[in-house]
């Protein structure tokens, strides 16, 4: 039997313990390195698992670029005629732009404006997902228990049963539907007191206070909680019968009362409304639920620019780093982490993680240099140009199959950042900020990139 020490203590690990498996993937990492490299290269064709992200890319890594040709003088100067032509037609009139890129070594290939902070949409989800790979490690695990002060004797608890959370973003009602189950095969019949929510792993407002208004009642601005669940949406059924999904309202309560519903459902019933509070110190784990891997779960997040994963490791990692489990311990910690990496930050404003905030600043160069110096740990982890999440509809034609990145939008924003692999150069990276274009920025950023890896 294991039990809960304290209700935020149960799902850290000790920064000892960390360090060790982190040592122990490296190492396994290394090791795994060279024999992948050529499979990722390639189409990578593999089973769908979890979100639609392929297995192989979950499950392999890829190394650093090697070492490619220098580039000349001359021919910088004409890649920036090349790019300056590709995106003359999004920049003319345009509000604000920053555009980068830059060699493995960090070299700058292509400035312009590198240095300006502008809107970069979900682009910036690229920071918290590298921050919390080096925070958490790639084999983290989030868990969800069912907790009680005693195992349940002759099918009844005595007292309340806890459903704590830790924050997993991923966690569905038929998770907890398992976990149900898993407690009515011990026995338990009737619970002699309430069904209690812990969400004390994670501090702050539900939403967001710097994203849009019009942005509220939309499925892609959930709320942010510990005991997330089904993404904190409700499903419902709109015009003609589709599925709509809107975010919760009160998202411990509604997860307290659907908790007692689906444990009735069972036939297990107890005495009192649910409730929300902290499980005490000493509380049994009658069911531990782990999350997916970190790797996978960003994953999906890149590939389908998950805003409620990102807004759910930014807490996570403020928690880790910081000791403060909220929006701000985890701008806090992103912005150690770039420091630490030595990655400029000109003018760098982060007030979420998803990059949902109009109000968000990121320069291209702080985006390009973050590539390079996380370049294995992301690049697998991005979908591949034209034909994966949401480059799906890209319309690359020489970087088809040559490139991997993240597309950012809002309204009057468009961003790309990723790796480009050039047919003479090797793998660089690039990133492509544009705010306020009154022409077409997307077809501009792919103009772009299709001229970037014909060097």
């Known amino acids: 039997m294991s039990y809960v020490k304290t209700s935020v203590g149960y799902r850290r690990r000790s920064k000892r313990s960390r360090v060790r498996k ?27 698992i979890g979100h ?21 003088d001359s021919q910088r100067l004409g890649l920036t005629a090349a790019l300056r032509g590709a995106f003359a037609p999004a920049l003319d009139g345009a509000g604000d732009w920053s555009l980068a890129v830059l060699a493995p070594d960090g070299r700058t290939i292509y400035d312009d404006r590198s240095d300006q902070a502008v809107a970069p949409a979900s682009v910036q989800k690229l920071i918290v997902a590298a921050s919390a790979l080096d925070a958490l490690g790639p084999s983290y695990r989030y868990h969800t228990i069912f907790a009680a002060r005693d195992p349940a004797g002759d099918g009844v608890l005595d007292g309340n049963l806890w459903l704590v959370g830790s924050g997993d973003p ?40 710097h994203w849009d208004a ?8 959930a709320p942010t909680s510990a005991i997330s669940l089904d993404g904190d949406t409700v499903e419902s059924s709109g015009d003609g019968g589709q599925p709509v999904w809107t975010p919760m309202q009160d998202v411990d309560r509604y997860v307290a009362g659907q908790t007692q519903t689906m444990l009735r459902a069972r036939g ?33 997040m890149l590939f389908l620019s998950d ?129 306020g274009s009154p022409a077409d920025p997307d077809a501009a950023i792919v103009r772009a990139v299709d001229r970037l890896v014909e060097y």
């Open 52 to 72: 639609g992200v392929s297995a192989r890319a979950l499950t392999r890594s890829v190394p650093r670029s090697t070492e490619a040709p220098h580039w000349t």
């Open 170 to 209: 991923s966690l569905q009602s038929s998770d907890v539907r398992n976990g149900i189950a898993v407690l009515l095969r011990s026995g338990l019949r009737r619970i002699d007191g309430s069904v209690v929510i812990d969400a004390t792993a994670m501090n702050g407002p539900e939403y967001n206070s």
């Open 22 to 48: 982190r040592r122990v993937f490296a190492f396994a990492l290394i090791v795994t390195l060279a024999t992948l490299a050529a499979w990722l290269w390639n189409d990578g064709r593999g089973g769908a």
């Open 307 to 435: 805003n409620h994963y990102a807004e759910q490791l930014l807490r996570t990692v403020g928690a880790e780093v910081t000791g403060e489990p909220s929006d701000d311990g985890g701008v806090d910690a992103e912005r150690h982490f770039l420091t630490r990496l030595g990655v400029p930050s000109p003018g760098l404003r982060l007030l979420d993680g998803s990059g949902l905030s109009r109000n968000n600043r990121v320069a291209a160069i702080t985006i390009a240099r973050l590539l390079v110096a996380e370049e294995p740990s992301l690049y697998r982890l991005l979908p591949r140009g034209g034909r994966e999440g949401t480059l799906a509809d890209y319309d690359f034609t020489t970087a088809l199959g040559r490139v991997r990145a993240k597309s950012g939008h809002l309204s009057n924003v468009a961003s790309l950042a990723g790796y480009a692999t050039t047919m003479h150069h090797g793998r660089v990276a690039f990133a492509f900020l544009i705010d």
């Open 268 to 300: 297990i019933v107890a005495s009192t409304s649910p409730n929300l509070g902290a499980a005490p110190l000493g509380t049994a784990v009658l069911w531990d639920h782990k999350s997916a891997p970190l790797g996978e779960l960003e994953a999906h």
């Open 214 to 221: 019009e942005d509220d009642g939309q499925d892609y601005a």
